[in-house]
């Protein structure tokens, strides 16, 4: 499923295949960032309260699953 249309995906697709390695592996990092950084904020307005270590945590838990943890993460 997808809400980009045919002749915008077509503009899509032409313009990384025109990107070099280096550009797309650096836009693949911003998204990421961003990602990352939009589900932090969905985070801080759940939890308030939470430190930045209990929000980083919970952020590595949505990404790798929830079990098993090292000690030092639990």
């Known amino acids: 499923m997808s809400d980009t249309s ?3 995906q077509a503009v899509q697709d ?3 295949r025109r990107m070099s390695g280096e550009e797309k592996l650096k836009l693949a990092m911003e998204m990421s960032d961003m990602v990352r950084n939009f589900a932090l904020a969905r985070l801080r ?5 939470w430190t930045d270590w209990e929000l980083k945590r919970e952020l590595l838990r949505y990404a790798f699953g ?3 943890w090292p000690l030092p993460l639990r």
């Open 66 to 68: 929830s079990e098993p």
């Open 6 to 8: 045919p002749a915008a």
């Open 14 to 16: 032409q313009i990384h």
């Open 45 to 49: 307005t759940e939890h308030p309260d």
